[in-house]
Nanobody, 122 residues
Framework: QEPLVESGGGSVQAGGSLRLSCAAS????????LGWFRQAPGKEREMVAT???????NYADSVKGRATISRDNAKNTLYLEMNNMKPEDTAMYYCAADAGLGRLAAGRPSYWGQGTQVSVSS
């Protein structure tokens, strides 16, 4: 069983919205720091948003005001809602988990999902 499985990707027009989900099969999930990353073709993977075990959040400047990260510990699920989407949001989106926020934010988490593709057309 994969530790992290993303869903909810797809195609959307600029200005539209998407909600990504990430189902986790990790022991002690509620104590993990979680995040969303993305990688566009030809670019490095970048952090989109993180949420720690006390629900403190952090966002990349490129998505501030347009993205909301949240978690449901009862369902072992992480979410990312994005609004007013732009063509530059087109990327493969990955969820990630680590016991330490530092490793997560540095892009070196213990767990990665397989990714879900998001495409935004103008």
């Amino acid at each position: 069983q994969e530790p992290l499985v993303e869903s909810g990707g797809g195609s959307v027009q600029a200005g539209g919205s998407l909600r990504l989900s990430c189902a986790a099969s990790i022991d002690n999930y509620r104590w993990f720091c979680l995040g969303w990353f993305r990688q566009a073709p030809g670019k490095e993977r970048e952090m989109v948003a993180t949420i720690d075990d006390i629900n403190e959040t952090n966002y990349a400047d490129s998505v501030k005001g347009r993205a909301t990260i949240s978690r449901d510990n009862a369902k072992n699920t992480l979410y990312l809602e994005m609004n007013n989407m732009k063509p530059e949001d087109t990327a493969m989106y990955y969820c990630a988990a680590d016991a330490g926020l530092g490793r997560l934010a540095a892009g070196r988490p213990s767990y990665w999902g397989q990714g879900t593709q998001v495409s935004v057309s103008s």
